[in-house]
């Protein structure tokens, strides 16, 4: 099931040339990398997964922030860390993604984290895009 957008808030916009052994430029020249597929180690270059980590990674700490606020927890220091597995599957592709989140917020109890872990999931737009497509899975530290 897709959703419409009823507002565009941001258009993000990023060109690639080469694929995964070329190079991807924003339109405000604020990222331009060069790319090299995942297990090949090129100095200087990242890879399309590590790209989408670091924009889950952040998107979800807002997310977070957000939910925690509400729950009147500070979640300011919260360290998100995510990581994006490539691998093969048995799909028409052979390729497919999975993400595992993991999570420490200081002063605040694993099992009240992993209850605000779930609400910011509901409301990341990454988790919302990636929901019933791959595993996710969160984990509070």
Known sequence: ???????VLYTAK????????GTVVTDDGRLDVQLAPPRKKTPGATNPEQLFAAGFAAC????????????GVD????????????????????????????VAVPG???????????????????????RGNIPVVLKAR
């Not at 599957?89 to 595992?100: A, E, H, K, Q």
């Open 14 to 21: 990023a060109n690639a040339v080469g694929g995964r052994s």
């Open 108 to 130: 605040v109890p694993a099992e009240k984290l992993q209850d605000l872990l779930h609400a910011a999931d509901a409301t990341c737009p990454y988790s919302e895009a990636v």
């Open 75 to 102: 979640a300011s220091q919260a360290e998100v860390s995510c990581e994006v597995d490539l691998g093969t599957t048995s799909t028409p592709g052979g390729y497919g993604l999975g993400v595992r989140i993991e």
């Open 60 to 71: 979800f700490t807002s997310a977070l922030a957000e939910v925690a606020a509400e729950h």
């Open 1 to 7: 099931m897709t959703t419409e957008l009823n507002k």
